[in-house]
T-cell receptor, first 116, second 117 residues
Framework: DGGITQSPKYLFRKEGQNVTLSCEQN?????MYWYRQDPGQGLRLIYY???????QKGDIAEGYSVSREKKESFPLTVTSAQKNPTAFYLC???????????????FGAGTRLSVL | AQKITQTQPGMFVQEKEAVTLDCTYD???????LFWYKQPSSGEMIFLIY????DQQNATEGRYSLNFQKARKSANLVISASQLGDSAMYFC??????????????WGLGTSLAVNP
């Protein structure tokens, strides 16, 4: 079955530590996205990638980094510069970044990150 | 400014009854799309239904329908014959172009729906 796989489901970060969240898709989608979700808030865009080897900052990119070396993979690193990393992180993909019509974003099951 | 507003933080509905979740939007772009997603307690965001700004008819997907009133800038989700499994958070989102031609999704804060047996 095609879909988006995020791992791990739960992640704990120690002070000053970088951690990496994995996102893999087998939908053959060009565009991929990382969102952060805090309680009582909507989704906020961290980074997005329109195509392999290209990515753009979203609304809250500070303290995060990404790479897009393969079409299927878009890992997110939460660096020590992110002072409030505790949140639920969702990865998504869509056929393209622009495009007309639906261009639906499909999501993974999420990673819940907590600080020790 | 582009914005999505969901005014109902929480809703209750009796099993087998219909429920309407409100969503109003604001954009100056004549070409936009509206989406509804469901987020159960497990966390995954599940796509439900889409309405394009030029679509002549209201979108329907099984028990989900979208009451699209363009002049009022509203895109309410109607769930017919509610089931216990419909208990979840529901998010309305919009894709439209802003001044920078950035067509990212704009998200509402969500409505929590509880279906009572």
């Amino acid at each position: 079955d095609g879909g988006i796989t995020q791992s791990p489901k739960y992640l704990f970060r120690k002070e000053g530590q970088n951690v990496t969240l994995s996102c893999e898709q087998n939908l053959n989608h060009d565009a991929m996205y990382w969102y952060r979700q805090d309680p009582g808030q909507g989704l906020r865009l961290i980074y997005y990638s329109q195509i392999v080897n290209d990515f753009q900052k979203g609304d809250i990119a500070e303290g995060y980094s990404v790479s897009r070396e393969k079409k299927e993979s878009f890992p997110l690193t939460v660096t020590s510069a992110q002072k409030n990393p505790t949140a639920f992180y969702l990865c998504a993909s869509s056929i393209s970044w622009t495009g007309g019509g639906k261009n639906i974003q499909y999501f993974g099951a999420g990673t819940r990150l907590s600080v020790l | 400014a582009q914005k999505i507003t969901q005014t109902q933080p929480g809703m209750f509905v009796q099993e087998k009854e219909a429920v309407t979740l409100d969503c109003t939007y604001d954009t100056s772009d004549p070409s936009y799309g509206l989406f509804w997603y469901k987020q159960p307690s497990s966390g995954e965001m599940i796509f439900l239904i889409y309405q394009g700004s030029y679509d002549q008819q209201n979108a329907t997907e099984g028990r989900y329908s979208l009451n699209f009133q363009k002049a009022r800038k509203s895109a309410n989700l109607v769930i017919s014959a509610s089931q216990l499994g419909d208990s979840a958070m529901y998010f309305c989102a919009m894709r439209a172009s802003n001044a920078g031609n950035n067509r990212k999704l704009i998200w509402g804060l969500g409505t929590s729906l509880a279906v009572n047996p």
